[in-house]
């Protein structure tokens, strides 16, 4: 049975502590086929000046209880109310501590919502961020309840001989009938979202990590059967993590065991439970044959992420569910450093950038805006977004940089002192930077707090060797209803020469503070002069995106040109060609949509080649900038009244221009860095290497008569790089050949038995342009390798087609736009949290054309009218259509 209610609206300003604190918690958790009894002893005392006739009021979420006791004694019928959301409880101790014991009956094997304990292929686990525990037992399930916990587990040991839990293992033995037993035991405090167990037949890669103040830690990766040796880099990128965070910010690790769990069936990409992280095995298991470079790149950040949490979410955790930014926005901001400095910042810094423009800026423009600390919310799973995470990092990375470096750290040590054991607020953790660096964040302050994108509009002036830059911030009143006040907006520059050098800055006189290459605008608009000669220099504004803003620069096209190739900031170079690109291309697109031929800018053409073919730049930051937007990046410059056919025969012409602009030199240039005879590698370099041959691949294809070169470059690659990149290619600009069938099926037939690398292939296939794109879906649907109960299946197929899919997903018929909710109703009555983070592909449905809008809408509204929707889908359709 699903929540179908609307959801009680939980609001920030209504925020208090609970009327009881729990101080410690021993479980005992005895699992079985089909059933697991759970037996939770929790010491409890009403907190000072609560009344003594306030009952106890614990959450629950589809519980059946089986036993209730107060210090022992079985509580009578008429002191207890329970339903299975709420146990209440009446006539307890008015002081001192007092001992529950509640007890509940589960049946894991039937969770298919994934939340609290479920059965995985077989392996018990659990999920409780951000309000499964009370799946489990009766509890007080926020944030802000830390206490100790001992677990004990026992299970039939032929089924289960490993039995996890947090902490430390402190007891095993064995049972009677086959059965045994662990004890762990976790002296640190922590909320009961952090709570976690797994059992299960499963196989462990160890290893050892000595903390540089001596301590010697068990590290262990238990996987599926048979599956462990491709958790080998997973457990390198852990060491490498371990290292970096003592390096960087002086954290060490604090247990004596730290064990990752990979499992098949998981909603979201890992889970931070203290001592005990559980992970989509996606982000676990790796070898060549199966994974992409950007697979390798995605098992390291996520695998630093969860460990950082430790003490970024675990050691500290937030107060309530508003402050949710204060970890995960930075531990983002710490995994980022972390992969900046084991790769190359400079490539990890654009990648952050691109995601954030792709993820959060629709996110922040549309109907599900919010601030990056909400002061409202039905659901909270659906609050776990781009917002929360990837513009909540770029808040600390602003911090940093207003502060500078030594106050950051400074800063992030107090926090760390500070508030260590304690559930903290955004409050806290400002108030720390501004004591470390002597600084007011108060206006700062107001990036958690105001919703929506800004806009940094730049003009230039320059006369008689001086330079004049007026800088105005602006923000439009968007969804979410906040404020519109000025940031203080810290804005990187550089004044560049005719070489490529930077140029001394000294301005002469400034309506805002600069320090260093600093501008710090706290005003609506402020303006600055500087003495520059008499060569004009360029000017490179926003230098490594220091405020995650629209930037609206007047700068002629000559400059922009020149940036992209002399820039020495390799973020600004890519701006300054990226954003030539994107206009080019929403030129292109609004002429195919008027029925135009469109044309194509020669001399952005010819730098694109330039920055391919450019030696003195690394091969992975070449990559980038030689990729053309997306077909849903230029949807959103285009902006409104998108046509997502004309969208796509504009951008498959600039592929073609460029392809032509490109000659001999690209195919040349993919020769050189092939990887030839030598055994993969998965380090920057070589992953550099690899990502250009890629990028170019699509471009010369596009020039191809027929289908046979791409084929026979899928059936010679000998890795998944290799591999993805060219049946991609081939499915994508030769749908209906022959060849692309004959690949589908080769790389069906060698991976069928390779989950993983099926959702590949699905995806490829959701993906692919095709005419018939929708009978397409529809029949991998029915593929009897197709499943609803597995989120990342599910994600797959519907989410590859909803997000990566712009022709099909957008057609004018709305057949897509009626597939896709189709799909969330049948997913919703499996996996609410699933079905509502895919619905967000609906988010920007105003945005098209007549047809296409009136199309969605009636899907929308569909499936919205629809009875016994979960709450969590429900809120999402809500706030689409509002």
Known sequence: MLRTDDGQIIRLEDYRPTDFVIHHVEMRVALAEGSADVSTDIVLERREGVSETVPLVLDG??????????????????????????LTIEDLPTSGRFALRIETKLSPESNTQLMG??????????????????????????????????????????????????????????????????????????????????????????????TASGRDVRLGIYTEKGLSQRAAYAMDALKRSMVWDERRFGREYDLDVFNIVAISDFNMGAMENKGLNVFNHKYVLLDPDTATDGDYAGVETVIAH??????????????????????????????????????????????????????????????????VRPTRYREINNFYTATVYEKGAELVRMIETIVGPDAFRAGMDLYFARHDGEAATIEDFLRCFEEAGHTDLSQFSLWYHQAGTPVLSVTERFADGRLTLRL????????????????????????????????????????????????????????????????????????????????????????????????????????????????????????????????????????????????????????????????????????????????????????????????????????????????????????????????????????????????????????????????????HLFPEAEESRTALAAFFARFEDDALVLDKWFTLQATAPSETIVDAVEALRRHPKFTLANPNRARALIGGFATGNQRGFNRADGTGYRWVAERLAELDRLNPQTAARLATAFRSWRSFDAPRRAAAEAALRNLAGRGSLSRDLTDILTRTLE
């Open 117 to 210: 304990l479920y059965r995985s292929n077989g392996v018990w686990c659990t999920q409780c961020e951000a309000e499964g525990f009370r799946r489990i037992t009766y509890f007080l399930d926020r944030p802000d309840v830390l206490a100790t916990y001992r677990v004990r587990l026992e299970a039939a040991r032929a089924g289960a001989p490993v039995l996890l839990a947090n902490g430390n293992p402190v007891e095993a033995g064995e049972l009677e009938g086959g059965r045994h037993f662990a004890v762990w035991d976790d002296p640190h405090p922590k909320p009961a979202y952090l709570f976690a167990l797994v059992a299960g037949d499963l196989d462990l890669l160890e290893d050892r990590f000595t």
């Open 61 to 86: 979420d589809e519980l059946a209880l089986t036993g209730l006791a107060l210090d022992g004694e079985p509580l009578a019928a008429d002191r207890f109310t329970a339903t299975p959301e709420q």
């Open 306 to 371: 969860e460990y950082f949490h430790n003490w970024t979410g675990n050691r500290i955790t937030c107060r309530d569910w508003f402050q949710l930014c204060l970890k995960e926005g930075l531990t983002v901001f710490r995994d980022q450093e972390f992969s900046a400095d084991e790769r190359s910042r400079a490539v990890k810094r654009i990648a952050s950038v691109h995601g954030l423009k792709a993820q959060q800026f629709p996110e922040d423009q549309g109907p599900l805006q919010h601030p």
């Open 472 to 731: 105005e911030q602006s923000l439009a009143k968007g969804a979410a209803g906040t404020g519109t006040e000025p940031f203080h907006m810290p804005v990187r520059f550089g004044l560049v020469g005719p070489g490529g050098e930077d140029l001394a800055i000294a301005p002469l006189a400034g309506e805002a503070e600069v320090e260093g290459d600093v501008i710090h605008l706290t005003t609506q608009s402020a303006e600055l002069v500087f003495e520059t000669g008499e060569t004009r220099p360029l000017v490179s504004i926003l230098r490594d995106f220091s405020a995650p803003v629209t930037l609206r620069h007047d700068q002629p096209r000559e400059a922009r040109l020149a940036l992209a190739r002399l820039d020495p900031n390799p973020f600004g170079r890519w701006r300054a060609l990226t954003d030539l690109t994107g206009e080019m291309l929403r030129e292109a697109a609004l002429a195919e949509t008027a029925g135009r031929k469109p044309t194509y800018d020669e001399a952005v053409i010819e730098a694109l080649c330039r920055s391919a073919a450019d030696e003195a730049l690394e091969p992975a930051l070449r990559a980038l900038m030689v990729t053309l937007p997306g077909e849903a990046e230029i949807a959103r410059l285009v902006g409104s009244d998108i046509d997502p056919e004309a969208i796509h025969r504009a951008r498959r012409g600039a592929l073609r221009r460029l392809a032509e602009a490109g000659g001999a030199r690209f195919p040349a240039l993919r020769a050189g860095l092939a990887d030839g005879d030598a055994p993969f590698r998965p380090d920057a370099a070589s992953a550099g290497r690899r990502a250009l041959r890629a990028a170019l691949l699509p471009i010369g294809a596009t020039t191809l008569p027929s289908a046979e070169p791409l084929f026979a470059e899928f059936e010679a690659a000998g890795n998944m790089s290799d591999r993805l990149a060219a049946i991609t290619a081939l499915v």
